[in-house]
């Protein structure tokens, strides 16, 4: 009869663990408990929606967003990882030393940068049809130093993004000279 | 004996403390736990003959002398070597101390059975306890004052061994021949040293996730951590009413790998949801430990050899358990952390907030990210001083809430692969468990 009882207890005691262990991670699960990790960040060579732009700051922030997807797509790292490398020179050189990337390789992931922001600029409709191929052109005339000098110039995350201003305007200025009348009135 | 097994777990809290003080790292830091078990596990049989062959008031009484010693070195050291030295011989000591006071219990407590069943409690409650007294007096004085805290209270424990060790002399009743009357119970200490396994990445994970991750302070931690001896006490109260040790040692170790499970799957990084895992952490602790600890001596002699083996697989089980699961862990931070860091500079950059905001705020961050480099960053100093403008103001709160989230999200994933297998190492001892009940119990 002890014995039986005992038995029982056992049986209870087992049986209760298992209740209550399953419980919980059934509850943690359903929680979310699987997925509850970092966001995974976008690919860079994916194309990535334009908000809408209310003016020309709002556009050449986020042209300098798509110069930045593509060239890192074209280095094929993330967008945030470039971004945070063109923060500081020492930030710079680590980068480059870890993926083994040379100037010249820079210059033209930069260049392709530029070149998407423009595409991905006239398919948001932020610039029109028409200011996009004198841009392409400013663009391609545009010295590589120059180029360069959009990232190089760039000490802080967004001084970076201000330094892809910087060429924006430059484009602007370039395309100005192109186009009687200037780009503005081109604007939507 | 709880004092010697409570230190295999009380430097816990204290790790982050010692890493940051004596500059090294965490797998460094990790040596300080890991050596201490290592020997104690080496240590354990070769101590519990020595403590049959001088007799074990003798040995007792010498082995805490050892132990308290060392201490005294540990708490005195200020390079991670010497104290890995001192922890060393530490562990000798106290091997010698635990497996003699095996020997010395029958006298006191009445009978074996009773004496192996109080050496299996007191080890279970010393390693639940361990953590949080290590890591409040780490936070009140200092990580130093957890081991000169113990010369004393062993030398209190050392003192009334004399007289036993001068009556062994004076009565000549030293055991000089060693006499086996059976095998050590191999299920049984396999199952202990999985169990073991699972119950030091709890214990140790646990710690370092809420102290390197979540960033609560040693004392803070510590009473996050103190739910494990509160269900211990609780799971040793249900012991007496479920006569089968199996069942004990089966419950027991279903609890812990749930336990562990669940701390794998956690679904926020929220201190409340450590707590029911922990909870069935220490009511299983208390549950296995002793059972298996029970089942592994019950019939055996001599005590103390076999209390002897059933040391070496615990703590050889906590040795496994480290060396493990600390490279999992560390190489998961690592990678949590990288991915975090990407995942908060796409926050910043997809953010409305102004350009010239966002700017600052990317240099602040840069910034905070360069200081605490290796580690999971405190974003939140790199925030103030708010802005005074409303709109802005509330931008920068919700860039600074969804850049935390995704820190919380790295540092609570980076230890979900280690805390699940740990619960695979917990549940896997159900094997050795269901076996010996067909092997000789």
Not at chain 1, 158 to 169: C, M
Not at chain 2, 48 to 60: E, F, Q, T, V
Not at chain 2, 237 to 263: E, M, Q
Request: aromatic share 4%.
């Amino acid at each position: 009869m002890s014995v039986d009882r005992g038995d029982d207890r056992s049986r209870l005691l087992v049986g209760g663990a298992v209740l209550v262990a399953a419980l919980l991670v059934i509850a943690y699960l359903a929680a979310g408990g699987a997925s509850y990790e970092p966001s995974q960040v976008q690919d860079p060579c994916k194309p990535r929606e334009w908000r809408n732009p209310q003016d020309l700051q709002a556009i050449a922030e986020q042209f300098s967003l798509s110069a930045l997807d593509g060239a890192a797509c074209q280095l094929h790292v993330s967008r945030e990882t470039l971004a945070r490398a063109l923060t500081t020179q020492e930030r710079r050189d680590r980068f480059a030393a870890r993926y083994g990337i040379g100037d010249a390789e820079l210059e033209a992931a930069v260049r392709a940068g530029v070149q998407r922001a423009i595409d991905d600029a006239e398919r948001a409709g932020a610039i029109s049809p028409i200011l996009a191929v004198p841009l392409r052109e400013a663009a391609r005339r545009l010295p590589v130093d120059e180029a360069i000098q959009l990232i190089q110039d760039a000490r802080p995350i967004f001084e970076n993004a201000q330094g892809f201003l910087g060429g924006v305007f430059g484009l602007l200025d370039q395309a100005n000279g192109l186009i009687p009348g200037g780009v503005r009135p081109l604007l939507p | 004996m709880g004092l010697v097994l409570a230190d295999s777990s009380v430097v816990v809290l204290a790790l982050p403390d010692i890493y940051r003080e004596l500059g090294t790292s965490v797998s460094g830091v990790t040596w300080v736990l890991v050596a201490f078990n290592l020997v104690l596990a080496l240590a354990a049989v070769p101590a519990s003959m020595l403590a049959r062959r001088a007799g074990p008031g003798r040995a007792a009484a010498v082995g805490l002398a050892v132990f308290a010693g060392a201490s005294l070195a540990c708490g005195l050291s200020d390079q991670l070597g010497t104290l890995i030295l001192a922890r060393c011989i530490q562990a000798a000591g106290g091997a010698v101390a635990v497996t003699a006071a095996l020997e010395l219990l029958p006298a006191v407590v009445g009978n074996e059975r009773r004496a192996a069943t109080a050496w299996a409690a007191a080890g279970a409650t010393g390693a639940a306890l361990g953590p949080g007294v290590g890591g409040a007096l780490t936070e009140l004085v200092s990580w130093q004052s957890i081991f000169l805290l113990q010369v004393p209270l062993a030398i209190a424990a050392g003192v009334p061994l004399l007289g036993i060790a001068r009556e062994e002399r004076r009565t000549g009743t030293i055991e000089r021949e060693l006499r086996f009357t059976g095998r050590p119970h191999v299920a049984a200490n396999i199952a202990l040293a999985l169990v073991s396994a699972a119950i030091a990445a709890a214990l140790f994970l646990v710690v370092l996730l809420l102290i390197e991750g979540w960033r609560l302070s040693p004392i803070a931690a510590a009473a996050v951590v103190s739910v494990v001896p509160l269900a211990a006490l609780a799971g040793s109260r249900l012991a007496p009413h479920v006569p089968s040790a199996r069942a004990r040692a089966a419950a027991g170790a279903i609890l812990v790998g749930g336990g562990l499970a669940a701390l794998g799957l956690l679904p926020k990084a929220l201190v409340v949801l450590i707590l029911p895992p922990q909870l069935l952490v220490g009511a299983g602790l208390s549950l296995v430990l002793s059972a298996l600890t029970e089942t592994a001596l019950a019939g055996r002699s001599p005590q103390a050899i076999h209390g002897g083996w059933t040391l070496s697989a615990r703590h050889a089980g906590v040795v496994i358990g480290l060396l493990a699961l600390t490279p999992v862990f560390t190489a998961d931070l690592r990678e949590q952390r990288r991915n975090a860091i990407d995942a908060g500079t796409a926050v910043v950059l997809d953010s409305p907030a102004p350009a010239l905001l966002k700017i600052d705020l990317a240099q602040r961050i840069s910034e905070r990210l360069d200081q605490e480099r290796g580690k999971v960053p405190v974003i939140g100093p790199a925030f103030e001083p708010l802005p005074q403008d409303p709109q802005e103001r509330s931008q920068v709160v919700a860039l600074r809430d969804d850049l935390q989230d995704q820190l919380d999200r790295a540092a609570t994933h980076a230890f979900s692969a280690s805390f699940l297998i740990g619960a695979l190492l917990g549940l896997l001892s159900l094997i050795p468990i269901s076996l010996a009940r067909r092997v000789d119990l």
